[in-house]
């Protein structure tokens, strides 16, 4: 009998049949374990049993991509963080200093530059995914639903990272998206005031920037990545839509390594591909920001192109509506989705109607995004 | 099959995603312009390709692959006529970088305020040699960076006595590569000269400061009653006269309109001394190639360090002075291939 008090845990079952397989021996993971319950938590985590279908499947394993794409960018920013210095003043200089000086400060920015690209497009991705194979149904609302949070999230990242490095392009495409906010109607001013604190940019639209970009957002990520991943764990992973993918849901894996193996494969390929993008074309410095220069042609960040683009196909008057409707058409269609589409069918050319819609955005979002740059 | 489909739509929108943004090109990118030996360069950015070893043969082998930027030149004066253009190439070969610049120019200004001989005593010249100016800011500098070469030029006082070139503030700096025909082209370089603040309100070129010399330079040439030069050189034809090959003046020797350089030249020796420069001028046009170290090592000078672009300005003086210049309107970019 065990003098150590036994929790109640989900893992205990785990643990005992693990003890009783490997025997008795005193092992520093035994010992860790009677201590903390971590270790047998750990092998109930990897053990999770998932469909056979998952395995091997570049599809499944875009949401682990993500997630691994989101840990570089966490640790890449913070070796920026011990370099940039978020004043209007210093921050190009401190930015130049990380890109042209510091001992591989060239790569690690880089890698922080194309992978936040890289992360709208896995989450975007991921996202299309999940709507393909009607992933969001009950009961996964809440799944798909902080999904959609975590895309807008992502957005987010890169519409405050754009400005950091207080070069032409960041401020002059802060500025234009500011002006854009400043337009909806009732709120505008109000919000483009919260965002730049004060009428023009400066050192608070730095400030404000800054630190929404390194701890508001951070902290509403991993809250919501927690209840993300929960969820996913809690409900586990979706039907499959595919004949042969129901057939093969018959039989289950463990989720390591047998889930987990392309996760990391495809982590490493991303890994690899960031270094060659970083090596190849080192993250784009351009000359710092002059709010006297008036000539600049602003352009933002790749993934706003497309709302960007289609303002110059609407008369001035009706910019305000464009950047309300529009945005609030798609995001508001993705709340909606869950609670919209509450059918049994999965199968998304079994659903003309929602996949009509779905694609008609997907492609007004590529087409006006190649069109715009 | 429809499953199939699916997975090839999102692998194929992924490929043009990750394309689309790695290709992504800058903001405010500008039009190309067809070069002269084929190779094309958007019209303000100056691209330095990379080779072996640099020289400053104009001629080299490897200004057929550099693409050939054309910058267009203004007066700084309103009103007066615009400048000629300015085909401008560079390459840099990991030590060095070579600035090649040419330009029309119809007649061949050599000589500054020369001396004549008239037959029975020697009148100074009012006339100036050509000149040509490269500058860049040496530390990060936003105005200069949308402005060129206006960021530098504090022209708007309607009385031109009251322009001066420089920066803003002490902190700011910029470094200057100034190739004279008259007094830097005969010794192989052009003068490396550094502008800051403006020091004295009353003299227009008070920013402007040689960089440290050691030892050589021009001295003046003239004699003690300062009515006339006190040497002249071994070859009167010769537009200059070295150090070493001056003869005391001997006005039996000359003949009626001979010239005699005003000064007598010797390399530069320590930083204002770093631009190595040969300018020759053939058929209407000035060919010059400015060459410096991408790190001089002197504090007065700008680290270039690729791959990082800088901006520049580029003047052009038709034997005229400060005021009567010309400059590129624009900023203009150097990067690196």
Not at chain 2, 198 to 203: C, G, K, N, R, T
Not at chain 2, 219 to 245: C, H, Q, R, W, Y
């Amino acid at each position: 009998m065990s003098i150590i008090e036994q929790p109640i845990s989900p893992y205990r079952e785990v643990k005992d049949q693990t003890e009783t397989s490997s025997g008795e021996r005193a092992t520093m993971a035994t010992w860790i374990d009677e201590r903390t319950g971590l270790v047998s938590a750990n092998r109930a985590f990897l053990s999770w049993p998932v469909p056979k279908y998952v395995e091997r499947n570049l599809l499944y394993s875009l949401g682990g991509l993500t997630l691994v794409s989101l840990i570089y960018q966490f640790f890449s920013g913070i070796c920026l963080l011990f370099y940039y210095d978020p004043s209007a003043e210093a921050a190009y200089n401190s930015v130049d200093y990380i890109t042209y000086q510091a001992p591989l400060g060239w790569l690690v920015r880089s890698i922080h530059h194309y992978n936040a690209s890289a992360i709208v497009i896995l989450v975007f991705l991921h996202l299309l995914r999940t709507f393909f194979f009607s992933a969001y149904k009950a009961p996964r609302e809440v799944t798909w639903l902080s999904g959609v949070v975590l895309f807008l999230i992502t957005l987010g990242f890169g519409f405050t990272g754009y400005l950091l490095p207080w070069d032409q392009k960041g401020y002059w495409a802060t500025r234009v998206g500011t002006e854009m906010a400043g337009q909806v109607p009732l709120l505008g001013s109000a919000l483009a005031q919260l965002m730049r604190g004060g009428a023009t940019l400066g050192q608070l639209t730095l400030n404000r920037f800054f630190v929404t970009h390194v701890a508001l957002l951070p902290g509403a990520l991993v809250l919501l990545l927690a209840l993300h991943l929960y969820q996913h764990r809690y409900h586990g992973v979706a039907p499959t839509i595919s004949k042969r993918g129901q057939i093969r849901a018959r039989h289950s894996v463990p989720y390591f390594p047998n889930w987990v193996i392309m996760d990391v494969l495809l982590g490493l390929g991303l890994l690899a591909l960031l270094i060659y993008l970083s090596w190849h074309e080192r993250a784009p410095l351009a000359f710092p920001a002059n709010p006297a220069d008036t000539d600049y042609s602003p352009k933002p960040e790749w993934y706003f192109l497309f709302l960007f683009h289609l303002l110059h196909y609407v008369p001035g008057r009706l910019e305000p509506f464009l950047i309300v409707v529009v945005p609030l058409l798609v995001i508001g269609s993705m709340f909606l989705l869950p609670f919209l589409d509450t059918g049994e069918e999965r199968r998304p050319w079994r659903k003309p109607v929602t996949t009509a819609v779905a694609l008609f955005y997907v492609a007004v979002i590529i087409i006006f995004t190649f069109l715009g740059s | 099959m429809q499953y199939k489909i699916y997975r090839f739509v999102l692998l194929i929108s992924l490929l043009l995603w990750l394309t689309s943004c790695a290709a992504q090109p800058e903001a405010g990118s500008v039009s190309t312009v067809a070069s002269s030996s084929g190779a094309t360069a958007p019209s303000n950015t100056i691209t330095a390709v990379k080779v072996d070893t640099l020289t400053t043969d104009s001629a080299a082998a490897y200004w057929a692959n550099a693409p050939v930027s054309t910058v267009h030149t203004k007066a700084t004066e309103k009103g007066k006529a615009d400048g000629p253009d300015v085909n401008i190439q560079a390459a840099y070969d990991g030590k060095n970088i070579a600035m090649r610049l040419e330009w029309a120019d119809t007649t061949e200004s050599n000589l500054n305020k020369a001396w004549t001989w008239d037959g029975s005593k020697f009148s100074r010249s009012k006339d100036l040699g050509d000149r040509m100016g490269v500058l860049f800011p040496i530390e990060n500098n936003a105005n200069f960076s949308s402005k060129g070469c206006a960021g530098a030029c504090h022209n708007l006082d309607a009385d031109p006595e009251k322009w001066w070139m420089g920066s803003e503030s002490a902190d700011s700096r910029f470094d200057l590569w100034q190739w004279t025909a008259a007094s830097s082209n005969p010794v192989g370089q052009a003068q490396d000269e550094w502008m800051g603040a403006q020091e004295d309100p009353a003299d227009m070129e008070s920013a402007t400061h040689s960089d440290a010399l050691k030892s050589g330079g021009s001295v003046s040439n003239v004699n003690k009653a300062k009515d006339g030069p006190a040497f002249m050189g071994n070859d009167l034809s010769a537009s200059f006269i070295i150090t070493g090959e001056q003869t005391p003046i001997d006005t039996s020797k000359l003949t009626q309109g001979a010239v005699i350089p005003p000064s007598i030249l010797a390399p530069w020796v320590g930083s204002r001394g770093d631009v190595q420069a040969k300018g020759v001028w053939k058929d209407g046009k000035w060919v010059v190639v400015l060459l410096r170290a991408l790190d001089t090592g002197n504090d007065e000078d700008l680290v270039l360090t690729p791959p990082k672009a800088y901006p520049l300005g580029v003047a052009v003086f038709d034997h005229i002075d400060l005021v009567g210049h010309t400059t590129t309107a624009d900023v203009l970019t150097l990067e690196w291939k």
